[in-house]
């Protein structure tokens, strides 16, 4: 029984970390992944260390487009990126991520400059609900 609660609380012990693509990568990281639909801007694939990209986690285009990181936009954007999340193209992305997390540390990572009014601690907190 013992072993049984080890296991359980190893499994629990994950972390979903959020982080600009553009910082330096940490050993703390664990997998990185990048959530962003475009490539970043000037940044050299080697430099990034990303051992994913998921682009279907992202908003879509449509949605990026309309609320254009306009932080009086972001309640409105967070609902609309929800019922995203819960659409059938995003839920291999999802579950690819929640694999991911299962008992490890991942690191979102964007190229957003605020992170406060970016999708990725939205999905970050989407990602650690399901644990």
Known sequence: MARTAKKATERQQHEV????????PEPADG???LVDRLWPRGLAKEAAAVDEWLKDAAPSAE???WYGHDPGRFEEFAGRYGQELAAPDHTEALAR???LAAGNTVTLLTA???LRYSHAPLLAAEVGAHH
């Open 17 to 24: 970390r959020v982080r600009r693509v553009y910082e330096a």
């Open 112 to 114: 957003t400059k605020d």
């Open 97 to 99: 991520l929640r694999e």
């Open 63 to 65: 949605l990026r487009a």
């Open 31 to 33: 997998t990185r992944v």
